[in-house]
């Protein structure tokens, strides 16, 4: 397996619901090639994550978005779930912290209905991304190209972009995203 060993890999999620396999499944292939997994959420306490509609388990959160450092992070991973990429979008502190991972070039992974967020910062226009399909529209007249695919890494700007539909497509997007932060 590539080595992420030394990287520090920021998870950004709101406080609740994130799709549990996808924020813990990527963390854990993060760690497993040796980086640090940090856990970033709009507000200091916990995080609850959901198996899709069903309460799941409680994450401490490490760090706010708000006292997060872009330049102490090696990457950006937003896992997805319906309702916590539609809060994260909400605030302005997780869009200007979206949008200073692009400004320095480094890596963003999206899953599921993450690239919601990805919107909301503007950064997704001449980029190829894919989603959970009823994003497409949304993701289309942002002005990025989607496609129906289990992973997408696009380099067709200031960062590598990294995208996968849903917790089916782990494996891939895990794989992704250990390649390119390694």
């Known amino acids: 397996m590539t080595s992420v060993a030394s990287r520090k890999i920021a998870f ?32 200091a306490g916990k995080v609850q994550a959901f198996e899709h509609l069903d309460k799941a ?25 319906v309702a916590n990429p539609d809060a994260l979008r909400m605030d302005k502190d997780v869009v200007a912290f979206i949008r200073a991972f692009f400004d320095a070039g480094k890596p963003v992974a999206a899953i599921c209905h993450a690239p919601w967020t990805l919107v909301e910062a503007d950064v997704v226009k001449g980029r190829r991304v894919t989603s959970w399909a009823s994003l497409q529209t949304d993701l289309r007249n942002a002005g ?16 590598v972009l990294i995208s996968s539909r849903k917790p089916d497509d782990l494996p891939a997007f895990n794989k992704a995203i250990v390649e390119v932060v390694g």
């Open 144 to 159: 990025a190209e989607w496609v129906d695919e289990p992973v997408v890494v696009d380099r067709n700007g200031p960062n």
């Open 12 to 43: 950004l999620t709101a406080n609740e619901g994130v799709e549990q396999a996808e924020l813990t499944e990527p963390w854990k292939a993060v760690e497993r090639a040796g980086g640090k997994s940090v856990l970033v959420s709009i507000e």
């Open 57 to 81: 388990d409680v994450f401490d959160v490490d760090v706010t978005v708000a006292d997060a450092d872009v330049d102490s992070f090696d990457a950006l991973v937003l896992p997805g779930g």
